[in-house]
């Protein structure tokens, strides 16, 4: 049998207040419906259905897949209806599989579970037991166990309500069965809807067996109706992918305050601070320190590397023991080699800084490449746009910048040269030479600072400055 997922979104979402389909809210920066399609994708399914409706368009172009399906749901009439618009694109010899695109922590082992354990007649359902089951449909079974019915909260008595078994909506059922099946919903219920748990049901009258596995944490199958329920779930998110960075070998000061918003791999003995941030693809190399309030995003940094506080790096690269920080950024398309050094307020740009080089205090460098061993000095700044072009500086091994240079590229600085503090330079150094450029010195004796105006003054200066400029008659 072939394997057809159908994933339900076409909810509005009311109760976010917010402009953004309930779908696309984000969650450890990607929209809630795209941890499910992740998840989805890994089950290497023969075809992924999308239901959609509220802001269909939106959700369309947020994900531009080729290999998805989609089935528009134009009207809000129930979980049933939903799968219903999704049917005529499933063949009778399917496993369909049904999941939420509100429910984003779904795991892929619970998932392969559910659809293994469904046959051409067997139903499987998702449940979970709720310390408080309240809003939930609970899973009513039999003398013997067996399940025979799903009954809404808003539907259920007094003694019903009293089971803490949950139904998720999670279910796997033969496609031929479910189309059947869904032709006889019916929307006698409080909600006046076609609820898809009715299925449940007419699978025991049609002495199909229904099969319950249980969830493995509530987290698992918890659902985002609202703002403080997506904050629930990014803590979630959040302490469950800590745990997985610490079974890998990482130390986390505490792990509540680190976001992992992207694939993280760690080698042994990392260590974090409080409040990381790590998003996109992050690599770490053995017995590297993340200090407080750093944030990555794509990057790689190798052994023995130490990214001190409040220090931004993104699509950077990082070789062994380099050291970055506090307080330094590192924009896209910056590398360093081994034992480089960047300090405190140092911004480096598309930038290559070579092995044992250090900028270690007040600089910007954009558009370098700089070599082995050099120096760059407090201050220094590679002027490299001139407004409408990018030009490259390039500084060769064991050069001396001194303090307050302004290099104007493109330029050349050659092997061993020396660079004096307070130049402006805007022709390239030989090797091994000093390079000086500055104005000459001016004082003027007797000096007195301004002093402080009347507002009366102040305007009259103003009237005055304003009458220099006209042209004579």
Known sequence: MGLSVVILAAGQGKRMNSDLPKVLQPLAGRPL????????????????????????????????????????????????????????????????????????????????????????????????????????????????????????????????????ECNTGFMAAPSALMRRWLTELKNDNAQGE???????????????????????????????????????????????????????????????????????????????????????????????????????????????????PYSILENAELGKRAHVGPFARLRPGTTLEEDAHVGNFVELKATHLGAGSKANHLTYLGDAVIGKQSNIGAGTITCNYDGENKWQTEIGDNVFIGSGNMLVAPIQIGEGATTAAGSTLSKSVEPKSLAIERTDARQLQNWKRPKKLSAEEKRDRQAKARLSTKEPQ
Do not use: C
Not at 78 to 107: C, F, K, N
Not at 293 to 302: E, F, M, R
């Open 33 to 164: 419906l795209g941890h499910v399609l992740a998840t989805a994708q890994a089950l290497n399914a023969d075809r992924t259905i999308v239901v959609y409706g509220h802001g269909g368009d939106q959700v369309q172009a947020a994900f531009k897949d080729d290999s998805l399906l989609w089935a528009l749901q134009a009207s809000q009439l129930g979980t049933g209806h939903a799968l219903m618009q999704a049917m005529g694109q499933i063949p009778d010899g399917d496993t369909l599989l049904v999941l939420y695109g509100d429910v984003p922590l779904i795991g892929q082992q619970t998932l392969s579970e559910l659809a293994t354990l469904s046959n051409a007649e067997t139903l499987a359902l998702l449940s979970v037991r709720l310390a408080d089951p309240s809003g939930y449909g609970r899973v009513l079974r039999d003398n013997s166990g067996q399940v025979y019915r799903i009954v809404e909260h808003k539907d259920a008595n007094r003694k019903e309500a009293l089971v803490n």
């Open 194 to 308: 076609y609820y898809l748990t009715d299925v449940i049901a007419l699978a025991v009258k049609d002495r199909v067996a229904v099969k319950a596995v249980e969830a493995s944490s509530e987290l698992e199958v918890l659902g985002v109706n609202d703002k403080i329920q997506l904050a629930q779930v990014e803590a979630g998110y959040r302490h469950r992918q800590a745990e997985l960075l610490m079974k890998q070998g990482a130390t986390i000061i505490d792990p509540s305050r680190i976001d992992i918003r992207g694939e993280v791999s760690v080698g042994k003995d990392v260590q974090f601070d409080v409040n990381v941030v790590l998003s996109g693809t992050v690599k770490l190399g053995n017995r590297v320190q993340i200090g407080a309030g750093v944030i990555l995003h794509n990057v790689v940094i190798q052994d023995d590397s130490i990214i001190k």
